[in-house]
């Protein structure tokens, strides 16, 4: 019955390593998003994806490239992991990336750990 | 994006509503007003969210002042799962971006 659900919740790995996390939304949306929360427990956005198509990237390193196999999928694959890359990542979702009025549901994240 | 002021913190005895203010002054005619909560170690929890007018859900209530610098979110009867750090983030239409700032953490107590 999750409605975002991510995958692994917690990931424990050393640096220089190569990660992914996967989210999948059962709600029918069709915008899904990646947001960081640093250990300020700043919340920003990273990407987003509407019908598998890239909308929004933040500035983002390269090392960080999302995947949308499907509306109801969105993959982080992160390359050469760095100490930096410590945090909890959120997936969300919502309904069209063009309304105002549509909220955003989130994941319970994934917290990362860069050794 | 209209930037959002809050408190930092905030305290409320169970049972009692929690009223937490925001102040956008430089809102938008066309941004909206959402609220967020964060519970502890949880993903941002969608509250509620409203133009112009007042809004209500099973959740909580928003009033938002008749010029819309300013809103406020009421928890009618807080309880202890109320905990959290609340986010009023202003949205513009047409742009699914959220920013969130720093949020007020309101401690409910017994």
């Known amino acids: 019955d999750t409605a975002v659900s991510q995958t692994p919740k917690y990931l424990v790995t050393q640096m220089g390593n190569d990660k992914s996390i996967k989210c999948e939304q059962n709600?029918?949306?069709?915008?899904m998003y990646w947001y960081k929360q640093d250990s300020k427990k700043f919340l920003k956005i990273m990407f987003s994806?509407?019908?598998?198509?890239?909308?929004i990237n933040e500035t983002v390193p390269n090392r960080f490239s999302p995947k949308s196999p499907d509306k109801a999928h969105l993959n982080l694959h992160i390359n050469s992991l760095e100490l930096g890359d410590s945090a909890v990542y959120f997936c969300?979702?919502?309904?069209?990336?063009?309304?105002?009025?549509?909220?955003?549901?989130f994941g319970d994240g994934t917290r990362l750990s860069i050794l | 994006d209209a930037k959002t002021t809050q408190p930092p913190s905030m305290d409320c005895a169970e049972g009692r509503a929690a009223n937490l203010p925001c102040n956008h002054s430089?809102?938008?005619?066309?941004?909206?007003v959402y609220w967020y909560r964060q519970i502890h170690s949880q993903g941002p929890q969608y509250i509620i969210h409203?133009?112009?007018n007042n809004e209500t859900n099973e959740m909580a209530s928003l009033i938002i002042t008749e010029d819309r610098k300013s809103s406020t979110l009421i928890l009618p009867h807080a309880t202890l799962r109320d905990t959290a750090v609340y986010y009023c983030?202003?949205?513009?239409?047409?742009?699914?971006?959220?920013?969130f700032g720093t949020g007020t953490r309101l401690l409910v107590s017994p």
């Open positions: 969300a979702s919502s309904r069209g990336h063009d309304l105002g009025n549509q909220p955003q549901h």
């Open positions: 709600l029918g949306h069709d915008t």
């Open positions: 994806y509407n019908n598998k198509e890239l909308i």
């Open positions: 430089t809102i938008s005619g066309n941004e909206y």
């Open positions: 409203g133009l112009k």
């Open positions: 983030i202003v949205r513009v239409v047409g742009f699914q971006k959220l920013v």
